[in-house]
């Protein structure tokens, strides 16, 4: 891929164009608020890489760090949860601007968060999807885990890990 884009971890200033992607990427119930992404860049915007293209974030991917194994709906609304030397990288949205899909740029990203949750000693990664999505993320090297007991945004979500270390 010749094109020019920039990775970049996220920073207050970005939080206008944070929230009105995750609007354009999520329905109402599953979208995460402004406040909830204020809440989350105070907190821990070096865990949110962004590909940013033309001067516009194109794809977004985020998540905190925590010791727990499993992706828990606590996890979403309480960004104090976060702790920097947890053993798993979560990430709660893989998004990209409607105008910019189609052209790798979320897989750019995951390798790249693949890369920083090793060179980080993480144990591994964990994500929650659509049924649809199980396909996509197995060709990371992710593993479904069955149905997760989210209930975020009353959809039926299914976990997928991503071990990177022994345990």
């Keep these: 891929m010749g094109e020019k884009y920039v990775i970049r971890q996220a920073e207050l200033q970005d939080l206008d164009e944070i929230a009105n992607l995750e609007i354009l990427c999520f329905p109402e119930k599953e979208a995460a608020s402004k406040a909830a992404f204020f809440e989350r860049l105070s907190v821990y915007a070096n865990h949110f890489w962004l590909l940013e293209k033309d001067g516009h974030i194109a794809s977004m991917i985020n998540g905190m760090v925590v010791d727990d194994k499993d992706l828990r709906d606590e996890l979403y609304h309480n960004a104090k949860l976060h702790n920097e030397r947890g053993k798993w990288q979560m990430i709660f949205g893989v998004e990209t601007h409607p105008e910019y899909q189609q052209k790798g ?53 299914y976990q997928m890990r991503l071990r990177l270390l022994c345990e």
């Design 105 to 157: 740029y979320a897989a750019i990203l995951m390798n790249r968060v693949i890369e920083d949750a090793i060179t980080q000693k993480r144990e591994g990664i964990v994500l929650t999807c659509k049924e649809g999505l199980i396909h996509y993320y197995e060709k990371f090297g992710f593993a479904n885990e069955g149905i997760s007991d989210s209930e975020h945004g009353d959809v039926i979500w």
